[in-house]
T-cell receptor
Framework: QVQLVQSGAEVKKPGASVKVSCKASGYTFSNYYMHWVRQAPGQGLEWVGIINPTTGNTVYAQKLQGRVTMTRDTSTSTVYMELSSLRFEDTAVYSCARGGVSGSNWGAGDYWGQGTLVTVSS | EIVLTQSPGTLSLSPGERATLSCRASQSVSSSKLAWHQQKPGQAPRLLIYDASSRATGIPDRFSGSGSGTDFTLTISRLEPEDFAVYYC?????????FGQGTKVEIK
């Protein structure tokens, strides 16, 4: 069965960086895009970006351009989302979600990780 | 970017009633790449509908999606107790991917 297992909660100071991992299993990792989505406390869903695990190509939300980096390790079927220069407003649950077939449309996100709470606090 | 506006913000209904949720896009959604997700407190979202009207794996047939262009609807034919949650629409046909602000379906 498809599973996406994320790394644990993080507490960071403003200006620091955080790197969240998402390990996939139960399907061919390189065959599907992976989205990252975040949700601030009590708020709605916000798209962070997407990575093509086959090529490593990425597209990021414009508001996070320059601060977010997504990478993948095909040997361990893991994608990573790193966010730098953290601000208080980056406090949120960050989730990975499997997208569509690589090379096709991005897809909606049919399987989700359990989410990783990133807290930015001084 | 495509702005998705969901209405109503909150829907107060009783089990067994029919729920109709709306999602309106600021411009046409490419190839009807519109999805609906359900989210319960403390849980990850769950995909219900993709491509505007296709049910995701394991989703009961009381959930149905319709619409095209800029107007989309999620219908829950008869509400079960486990259906009370927040519902988000999402478009993934045009970059950036965007979500609506959510509709909360609560018990009346």
């Amino acid at each position: 069965q498809v599973q996406l297992v994320q790394s644990g909660a993080e507490v960071k100071k403003p200006g620091a960086s955080v790197k969240v991992s998402c390990k996939a299993s139960g399907y061919t990792f390189s065959n599907y895009y992976m989205h990252w989505v975040r949700q601030a406390p009590g708020q709605g869903l916000e798209w962070v970006g997407i990575i093509n695990p086959t090529t490593g190509n990425t597209v990021y939300a414009q508001k996070l351009q320059g601060r977010v980096t997504m990478t993948r390790d095909t040997s361990t079927s893991t994608v990573y989302m790193e966010l730098s220069s953290l601000r208080f407003e980056d406090t949120a649950v960050y989730s990975c979600a499997r997208g569509g077939v690589s090379g096709s449309n991005w897809g909606a996100g049919d399987y989700w990780g359990q989410g990783t709470l990133v807290t930015v606090s001084s | 970017e495509i702005v998705l506006t969901q209405s109503p913000g909150t829907l107060s209904l009783s089990p067994g009633e029919r729920a109709t949720l709306s999602c309106r896009a600021s411009q046409s959604v490419s190839s009807s790449k519109l999805a609906w997700h359900q989210q319960k407190p403390g849980q990850a979202p769950r995909l219900l509908i993709y491509d505007a009207s296709s049910r995701a794996t394991g989703i009961p047939d009381r959930f149905s999606g319709s619409g095209s262009g800029t107007d989309f609807t999620l219908t829950i034919s008869r509400l079960e107790p486990e259906d009370f949650a927040v519902y988000y629409c999402q478009q993934y046909g045009t970059s950036p991917v965007t979500f609506g602000q959510g509709t909360k379906v609560e018990i009346k």
